[in-house]
């Protein structure tokens, strides 16, 4: 059976601006998630090395990346998120196992896959200078009309535009 | 009732976190339902050929921008609660160019990745590992930048502070500036299709029209001048002070509250520091010659009303007596008793009940008291025959 359609963009977009005004409304902070990746991260490094959470500044006090991750909402919004996903998945029918890259892209899967790990670093180290990433700094800062937020998300459109010529075979 | 609920207090962080679930999942459903779980979809955007990302992100951030705003305007959101990301200036610079690169390098952000590794997309997977140990690396690596990570520190600093107009301009600006952003991107999508000879992404021109003309309508509503229900904004603030805190606080800290009797009748011991607000000067006018940095403890008879109108503008915490006088009297200005059936727990919770009450009433000092005594005080009660 074909996967069930995309939504329109439009329409999309404002059931995706609801959600966002529904966290506002109730907990006077936006969506976000590479703080609970964070969070994670510090997590399980304090449980396998916990010397070096406590010798690095940020991740012992500075930022307030608590030692037990379960002890945020953020990390609760995180685990909603990959259920949600999973369920609307599972119902459009697009959960198929697959290492996703350009219909006619020469990269092998492994190179594909390297790609992404090296990627997510880039974003991971990214989201901790800008203190938030594409839904806490960008969508949720730029709807409480934050200048860095969106000095943020300019910056990341100029970055992607300027960097898509050299993975462009990625994705063709 | 006032939002933002959580940021009020009007529930605590185990109710936050079954929200928050809640609000994941359809964070995760929305993100799906878009096409946000493929990083074929998302890096798209970069080519210019499919503006997906464009168009789902700036719909998203109108709607809530004038959703927040209408909410502000009808007096329902206590803006002043609401948490602004501060802005750092050189880091997000930094922050928002590497985040592109890494973007399409891996085809995801983190929100979304997540959303991938949900769908068993393997890549997606991976970014989510490499957003992870970029974070580590980031901390390990924190002593090397942290002036830069700390730089250009502008605060809380808005859009209509940076460009001096009024709010709802601002609003109506973003909104103008999102359309023309989209009629942009479809143009685009059609010449490069033509180019291509291949059909462009599925626009459904009713559809965003229609929505945008309800969005600007209802951004035309934040041109209303702003009437918060100060009131009903400060009622959500008035949180309980329970009488075992104060009397701890009283002991340890005196000088982090600030104790108003607001009784009629004067009571024959009354609690220590408890300030009596006299008729002479209001009330807000008294509160207004406070610091403002001390938690307020309002003192009233259990049924009174809280005078939420006279609160002013106190900057501190505003708290009211749990159970008002009677229930601190009843509890520490009165020599406790222990009943008959007490357990360990009780005898604990006598000791310092006790100890307490000495320091309240004053009898003597608020050293330690020997563990003995309850036992002893115990003993006397019976032979006194006890009291109901």
Request: proline letters at 5%.
């Amino acid at each position: 059976m074909k996967p069930k359609a995309l939504w329109n963009p439009y329409v999309g977009g404002v059931a995706l601006g609801l959600v966002l005004l529904a966290t506002f409304l109730l907990m006077g902070y936006g969506l976000g998630s590479s703080g609970a990746a964070a969070r994670l991260g510090c997590s399980v490094t304090y449980c396998v090395a916990p010397t070096v959470v406590e010798g690095s500044p940020y991740m012992s006090h500075y930022s307030g990346l608590h030692l037990n991750a379960l002890d945020n909402w953020m990390v609760f919004l995180v685990i909603g998120l990959f259920m949600g996903g999973l369920i609307s998945a599972v119902y459009a029918r697009r959960n198929d196992r697959a290492v996703l890259k350009g219909e006619h892209s020469p990269y092998s899967n492994g190179k594909r896959l390297l790609f992404a790990l090296i990627g997510g670093i880039l974003m991971g180290v990214a989201s901790r200078f800008a203190r938030g990433c594409t839904s806490g700094q960008a969508l949720s800062g730029g709807a409480l009309l934050s200048v860095g937020s969106w000095v943020f998300m300019m910056c990341i459109f100029a970055g992607g535009y300027l960097m898509a010529p050299f993975v462009r075979r990625q994705w063709q | 009732m006032t939002f933002p609920l959580y940021q009020l207090d009007a529930f605590g962080q185990p109710t936050a976190k079954v929200l928050a679930i809640v609000l994941g999942l359809f964070f995760g459903i929305v993100l799906e339902r878009n096409g946000f779980g493929r990083s074929t979809i998302l890096a798209a955007q970069f080519y210019g050929r499919d503006n997906r990302v464009l168009k789902v992100m700036f719909s998203a951030i109108v709607t809530a921008l004038v959703g927040l705003a209408f909410f502000r305007t009808i007096g329902l959101l206590d803006w002043s609660a609401m948490v602004v990301p501060k802005t750092f200036l050189y880091p997000m610079i930094f922050g928002g160019l590497l985040f592109g690169v890494g973007f399409v390098v891996s085809g995801y952000c983190p929100g979304t990745s997540v959303v991938a590794m949900a769908s068993r997309k393997i890549d997606g997977a991976l970014t989510f590992l490499g957003i992870v140990l970029g974070s580590v690396l980031f901390g390990i690596l924190y002593p090397l930048y942290e002036s830069f990570y700390l730089s250009g520190d502008l605060g809380v600093y808005r859009l209509p502070d940076l460009l001096h107009v009024p709010e709802p301009v601002v609003i109506l600006a973003v909104v103008a500036m999102a359309i023309g952003a989209f009629l942009g991107a479809e143009t685009l999508e059609r010449k490069l299709a033509r180019k291509d000879h291949e059909s462009p992404p599925v626009s459904v021109k009713a559809v965003r029209n229609a929505v945008f003309i309800v969005l600007g309508i209802f951004a035309f509503s934040s041109f209303t001048p702003v009437q918060i229900h100060t009131t009903q904004a400060r009622q959500a603030k008035v949180g309980k002070m329970d009488p075992w805190t104060l009397a701890r606080t009283i002991v340890k800290d005196p000088g982090a509250v600030e104790i108003l009797c607001l009784r009629r009748e004067v009571p024959k011991v009354v609690i220590p520091g408890a300030e009596r607000y006299s008729k002479g000067v209001s009330l807000s006018e008294y509160l207004e010659g406070l610091p403002g940095t001390q938690t307020l403890v309002m003192v009233l008879d259990n049924d009174a009303p809280t005078p939420y109108e006279q609160l002013g503008n106190y900057t501190g915490r505003i708290t009211r007596l749990a159970g008002g006088y009677e229930a601190f009297a009843g509890l520490f200005l009165m020599e406790p008793k222990l009943s008959d059936d007490a357990g360990p727990e009780d005898i604990r919770n006598f000791e310092e009940r006790y100890a307490l009450y000495r320091f309240m009433t004053g009898s003597k000092s608020a050293g330690p008291r020997p563990k003995r005594k309850p036992k002893k005080v115990k003993r006397k009660l019976k032979k006194d025959g006890g009291c109901g």
